[in-house]
């Protein structure tokens, strides 16, 4: 069986870093999402560029550029990578551990950006995985369905043979439009429930 996991909600804690970022480039929280969604500054045609880094179209240094021009802001620190520090859910990761000792493949289908990845891969964070799909490498993110037909046929799975948790329903709804078994992410305990594991 495959088992695609969610990673930031699900097996790390999200961390939400804009407030922070606003903080240290001397701004409020609410400008640097109006400058990110494209709503606030100079005008362009990259619209939210957080979704555009999450979907590939161009990476954190250049988010950044673009953050520049529309703000007037200067920015020479990569904030996103630096101020990125989620914690790990235990529980997930005990059950992540269970499901691949039983024989499952395990991976991990996330919707980031390059310097979280990055961030990431530096903490050692996937190395619990067998496989990382991240979305700004894939071209495309979640709830996009051909988020998991990437997934799908380079790990040459079926849908009826995959399992997908996240703690995004749209995500969870997308996935099983596919036919995907797929759960709704509140808690490693309930989960493991529904999945009929003890942790």
Same mark, same amino acid.
């Given at each position: 069986?495959?088992?695609?996991?969610?990673?930031?909600?699900?097996?790390?804690?999200?961390?939400?870093?804009?407030?922070?970022?606003?903080? #240290?480039?001397?701004?409020?929280?609410?400008?640097?999402?109006?400058?990110?969604?494209?709503?606030?500054?100079?005008?362009?045609?990259?619209?939210?560029? $957080?979704?555009?880094?999450?979907?590939?179209?161009?990476?954190?240094?250049?988010?950044?550029?673009?953050?520049?021009?529309?703000?007037?802001?200067?920015?020479?620190?990569?904030?996103?990578?630096?101020?990125?520090?989620?914690?790990? $859910?235990?529980?997930?990761? #005990?059950?992540?551990?269970?499901?691949?000792?039983?024989?499952? #493949?395990?991976?991990?289908?996330?919707?980031?950006?390059?310097?979280?990845?990055?961030?990431?891969?530096?903490?050692?964070?996937?190395?619990?995985?067998?496989?990382?799909?991240?979305?700004?490498?894939?071209?495309?993110?979640?709830?996009?369905?051909?988020?998991?037909?990437? $997934?799908?046929?380079?790990?040459?799975?079926?849908?009826?043979?995959?399992?997908?948790?996240?703690?995004?329903?749209?995500?969870?709804?997308?996935? #099983?439009?596919?036919?995907?078994?797929?759960?709704?992410?509140?808690?490693?305990?309930?989960?493991?429930?529904?999945?009929?594991?003890?942790?």
């Amino acid at each position: 069986m495959l088992y695609i996991f969610d990673m930031g909600g699900v097996v790390t804690t999200t961390a939400n870093v804009f407030g922070e970022c606003a903080r #240290r480039i001397g701004i409020t929280e609410e400008d640097f999402i109006s400058y990110a969604k494209g709503t606030k500054g100079k005008g362009d045609s990259y619209g939210d560029m $957080i979704k555009g880094a999450s979907d590939g179209d161009f990476s954190t240094k250049e988010l950044w550029k673009i953050f520049e021009e529309r703000s007037g802001i200067r920015v020479k620190t990569d904030w996103l990578h630096y101020l990125f520090h989620p914690e790990y $859910i235990k529980g997930t990761r #005990r059950l992540v551990a269970l499901l691949k000792s039983q024989g499952n #493949r395990v991976v991990c289908g996330t919707n980031t950006i390059d310097s979280h990845y990055h961030n990431h891969l530096e903490r050692g964070d996937y190395t619990v995985f067998d496989q990382t799909y991240a979305s700004c490498f894939m071209g495309v993110s979640k709830p996009d369905v051909e988020f998991w037909k990437i $997934i799908l046929s380079a790990e040459n799975a079926k849908p009826e043979d995959t399992v997908f948790i996240d703690d995004r329903e749209e995500n969870v709804n997308a996935a #099983r439009s596919l036919g995907i078994k797929s759960y709704l992410f509140t808690d490693a305990f309930t989960l493991a429930k529904e999945l009929d594991i003890k942790l």
